[in-house]
């Protein structure tokens, strides 16, 4: 079964929701036939490399809220971290593109290593003093800590193009699903979790989508096959 997961770096609730599917998936029986995959989607498409402003002030911004708001909500998405076991600075983090950072996660990808590179990227996002955004050499860094070859990180970054049709196509694809807000959970291609479920709804998104798996069909037709017994041999 395949599980596929689109999200964004910038997003808290996806930093949560992470951490609730996957205790939901340690302790899925079928979990070793789980194939999770992480697809691109950004919450603010288009923004200029060097456009970095505080959280608190883009939440203002963009949402009409006053600042005791934002600094509640912050407070609130700490808290919710905290159950989790996830650190989260509720201040002075800043805001910015993470199309680079999807870039690099489709790179990752290619080379079993995005994962490792997901779960750093948001670890330096909301649990670090150090900013994430406009700074390829700390991306850099992050590559490398994953797994990934210096150099290799360095062209990717270097490169506008390199890896963005694979981003914008998985922001195509999230919008044909009817996904307008991340995290997104598609299971199968059958059932779709929206939002920072609790585990228990992921764990019951995971039964229901093995449980109504398909049976293999089998193609009838004559042919040569081993088995538990041996090979079968052509007679002359």
């Given at each position: ?5 689109w999200?964004?770096?910038?997003c808290?609730?996806?930093?949560v ?5 996957e ?18 989607f950004?919450?603010d498409?288009?923004?200029?490399k ?21 600094e ?7 808290a919710?971290?905290?159950?989790e076991?996830?650190p ?25 290593r995005?994962?490792?590179?997901l ?36 062209e990717v ?24 807000g ?32 398909p049976p ?21």
């Amino acid at each position: 079964m395949r599980v596929e997961i689109w999200s964004d770096i910038a997003c808290p609730w996806c930093y949560v929701g992470k951490a609730r599917f996957e205790k939901a998936l340690a302790a899925f029986p079928h979990r070793e036939q789980v194939e999770v995959v992480h697809r691109s989607f950004e919450l603010d498409p288009g923004r200029a490399k060097d456009d970095v402003q505080p959280v608190l002030s883009m939440l203002t911004r963009k949402y009409g809220m006053s600042e005791a708001q934002a600094e509640a909500g912050e407070d609130n998405l700490g808290a919710q971290a905290a159950a989790e076991g996830l650190p989260y600075h509720t201040r002075g983090r800043d805001h910015g593109s993470t199309f680079d950072m999807h870039r690099l996660l489709h790179f990752a990808r290619e080379r079993g290593r995005q994962v490792e590179l997901l779960d750093l990227l948001y670890r330096a996002n909301f649990a670090e003093e150090r900013s994430l955004f406009n700074d390829d050499e700390r991306l850099v860094e992050l590559a490398v800590a994953a797994g990934l070859d210096t150099g290799a990180v360095r062209e990717v970054l270097a490169d506008p193009e390199a890896y963005a049709d694979e981003v914008r196509a998985d922001e195509r694809e999230a919008a044909q699903l009817g996904a307008n807000g991340v995290p997104f959970f598609v299971l199968d291609r059958t059932y779709g979790v929206s939002g920072a479920q609790p585990a228990e709804v992921f764990t019951q998104a995971l039964t229901r989508a093995w449980g109504d798996r398909p049976p293999l069909t089998l193609v009838d037709g004559d042919a040569e096959a081993c088995g538990p017994d041996g090979c079968a041999v052509p007679q002359q």
